[in-house]
């Protein structure tokens, strides 16, 4: 039984995982690209040590993909399983209340037996890592009922550059039936859920430039345009009262849901006091006229995730700015073109700028929102598996982050994902204090062999 197996295995499951979690992989910062190619060796070794065959490190333009495979039977169906072992920055270091890469146990009001805190324990080290110790299972007990294939990537924070290539150049490597991926959340331990629905990505930086140097304030301040506070303005007029995005045609592609879409998208328990607890905010905040579930899930956004300029340092310096910079995202819904959107903000951004200023808008990277099928061999799997092991039927729902590998496989490999996630919203995802419960780790490791036995099943 998998439950004994993990039972007996428990603190050497434990203490692998915190040994990768150790390993800072920050895949946006160069200063760690050795710790990135060590966690990359790290997965290559366990993934041998699990009994996985051709395993290697793929070398990109960028940061590898590590691939293994098992194949039993090539008239069994394959499964192709997607992770990342690299993680977020873990800046601001000050607001971690224990060191980023030393994992840590606490308990929390959410996860009252443990939880992990450390960065990458549930973005994605510590939910891909249950699909190696899943894998050691099934091999150790001669229990694999399919055909099971692993990419590990170690750019998806980066926006998954160079795997598309890598698709492209190996799609007879990766041949399969279905992609499988553990890179979301579920609504709670005691409520099941599985993603139907990722959103989009169009990220931006913009920067601001007005005098040729830094002025002083006081001498030339009201004659001269501010960067700062004309980037401010800028920000702020990207919505009106009513919280919508004013970017002509944002809109324009975006498919309303029907009111029996939206009703069934709110039939998942939802406790307000709770959520605006757990985040310590007097009230929720966005579009008007749309639940939480909505604006999260199917309504496109737009937010600053940096701004920066001028002077932050200690103390006092009366300057007016050169320059200033701002990092900007917009999520996507389906329908809507990462690229399309991109160039919509660029012209509109542009235009809005007053003449004492000049304006560069540079696009980083994005990805096309999905819709994944609920009536798919590979959803009724996964279904089945949450329900074996968590004794209640998931829930369907729609997730408001972007994978966006996800469109990419079905473009470049033919293939539909199931996003079967052990995570919680709350489980401060590219935050400091980032953390994954104990449990929903070992739940994990628990429930994937199911999803593998009920595929196979399924497709006989």
């Known amino acids: ?27 946006a ?3 760690y690209a050795d710790d990135v190619i060590k966690a990359a060796n790290f997965i290559k070794e366990k993934l041998i040590a699990a009994g996985a065959d051709k395993v290697e490190i793929c070398e990109t333009a960028g940061y590898p993909i590590v691939y293994g495979e098992k194949i039993i039977d090539i008239n069994l169906p394959t499964v192709l399983v997607y992770g990342h072992y690299d993680v977020q920055p873990a800046v601001p270091l000050e607001l971690w209340d224990t060191p980023p890469f030393e994992p840590t146990i606490r308990n929390t009001e959410v996860h009252s037996t443990g939880a992990i805190f450390a960065r990458g324990s549930c973005d ?22 399919c055909n099971i294939k692993f990419m590990i990537e170690g750019e998806e924070e980066v926006g998954s550059s160079n795997l598309g290539p890598f698709c492209i150049n190996n799609k007879e490597k990766l041949k399969a039936d279905v992609v499988l991926i553990s890179d979301t959340s579920m609504i709670a331990l005691d409520t099941p859920s599985i993603d139907t629905g990722l959103r989009g990505l169009s990220y931006v930086e913009v920067e601001v430039t007005g005098p040729n140097r830094d002025l002083h304030s006081g001498v030339y301040g009201g004659a001269v345009a501010n960067p700062i506070n004309i980037l401010a303005k800028m920000i702020a007029s990207m919505h009106d009262e009513n ?6 045609g944002f809109y324009d592609a975006v498919i309303e849901l029907n009111e029996k879409e939206r009703a069934d998208l709110n039939l998942a328990p939802f406790d307000i006091k709770a959520y605006k607890k757990d985040l310590d ?4 905040w966005g579009e008007n006229g749309y639940t939480v579930y909505e604006k999260t899930g199917v309504r496109p956004t737009l937010d600053c995730n940096g701004i920066w300029g001028g002077y932050i340092g200690e103390g006092a310096k009366t300057v007016l700015p050169s320059k200033a910079y701002a990092k900007i995202s917009m999520r996507l819904v389906p329908n809507q073109v990462s690229d399309e959107i991109t160039n919509l903000f660029k012209n509109h951004f542009e235009s809005i700028a007053p003449a004492g200023v000049k304006v560069i808008v540079k696009p980083h990277h994005g990805g096309e ?27 369907p729902t729609r997730g408001g982050g972007s994978i966006p590998i996800v469109a990419l496989f079905e473009k470049e490999l033919g293939l539909k994902s199931v996003l079967m996630g052990f995570g919680l919203d709350s489980d401060a995802l590219h935050s400091p204090n980032e953390h994954y419960g104990i449990q929903n780790y070992f739940k994990g490791i628990e429930t994937i062999p199911y999803f593998h036995k009920y595929f196979a099943e399924m497709n006989h």
Do not use: C, W
């Open 243 to 248: 919280n919508h995005i004013t970017i002509p």
């Open 124 to 145: 994605d080290k510590g939910q891909m890592y249950m699909h190696i110790k899943a894998f050691e299972y099934m091999m150790e007990t001669n229990t694999l009922p």
């Open 369 to 395: 929102p999905v819709v994944t099928p609920t009536n798919s061999i590979a959803y009724l799997a996964a279904s089945k598996a949450m329900e074996t092991t968590f004794g209640k039927k998931p829930i």
């Open 1 to 27: 039984m998998i439950t004994e197996y993990i039972e007996q295995n428990k603190d050497r499951f434990l203490n692998e995982l915190f040994d990768l979690l150790r390993i800072p992989s920050i895949s």
């Open 281 to 284: 905010i007097s009230d929720v």
């Open 29 to 31: 910062d160069k200063n």
